[in-house]
């Protein structure tokens, strides 16, 4: 493919999506009206250099970004935390009355939750007095939904819980179900109870539960973070983490 055929897929690419990142821009950047007036003279500079439309897509997706983030911490802040510390949704551990408190909403197939596995473990060890909340949200398949099942099934073997979760995380490749049957195995759970707890039907309504209470917090993927009531979806580090909390 020569450069030149390149350079013109390009400019007809940006071409085909100009007008419409020219009306969303204007409408969310605040062009002047000079701008707006001359919108074909604009129009024509944007598909001549579609360089500045790759900058104006990136900033139109950090502002739609921070204006995600925004409706999601208003969200959590009208929900209130006790929400996320259902038992009926949320494996919980830590005092009632804890200062520090930690959410998460994950899927054992989502590699960004697993990611952040080392810091959540170090968290939880390092904070005793901390309150913490685990929130299955199978998003990601057939495989994610049978181990969300498993562990929601494993709060029936509560102190098997903790162990079993961090082992399945902590997983190379895809979670199925032979692989959550292992994994339980090897960790020392009950595989005829899990099993058989696995088709009640309150993990059906409890899964339902997570879901409503995703949706209401304006969650769309996983991991999602509540630090001392603060918001973050993505994986986090130790550094991101420590930010979190010192600055609830």
Not at 64 to 69: I, K, L, P, R, V
Not at 70 to 94: C, D, E, Y
Not at 193 to 199: E, P
């Amino acid at each position: 493919m020569s450069e030149n055929w390149k350079n013109a897929a390009v400019v007809g690419a940006a071409g085909a999506c100009v007008a419409l990142v020219f009306d969303v821009a204007a409408a969310n950047l605040g062009w002047p009206p000079f701008m707006a007036a001359n919108a074909n003279a604009v129009h024509a500079y944007l598909v001549s250099h579609p360089e500045v439309l790759v900058e104006m897509t990136n900033k139109l997706q950090a502002k739609q970004d921070e204006n995600d983030d925004s409706a999601r911490q208003a969200a959590v802040n009208r929900l209130g935390l006790k929400a996320f510390f259902n038992p009926n949704v949320a494996f919980i551990i830590g005092p009632a009355n804890a200062k520090t408190t930690l959410v998460e909403f994950f899927d054992y197939n989502c590699p960004y939750c697993r990611a952040s596995i080392p810091t959540v473990k170090k968290f939880l060890v390092s904070h005793k007095d901390a309150r913490f909340a685990f929130i299955e949200f199978p998003i990601k398949g057939p495989g994610s939904i049978v181990a969300a099942r498993a562990a929601m099934a494993a709060r029936n073997q509560p102190d098997k819980y903790l162990a079993f979760h961090f082992a399945l995380m902590s997983q190379d490749g895809p979670v199925d179900e032979k692989t959550v049957y292992d994994v339980a195995r090897q960790n020392g759970l009950n595989l005829d109870k899990l099993k058989n707890d696995m088709k009640s039907p309150a993990i059906d309504r409890s899964l339902a539960e997570a879901k409503t209470l995703a949706n209401a917090a304006n969650i769309d993927g996983t991991p999602a973070f509540i630090v001392n009531g603060r918001i973050r979806e993505g994986a986090i580090d130790d550094t991101t983490l420590a930010q979190m909390t010192n600055s609830s």
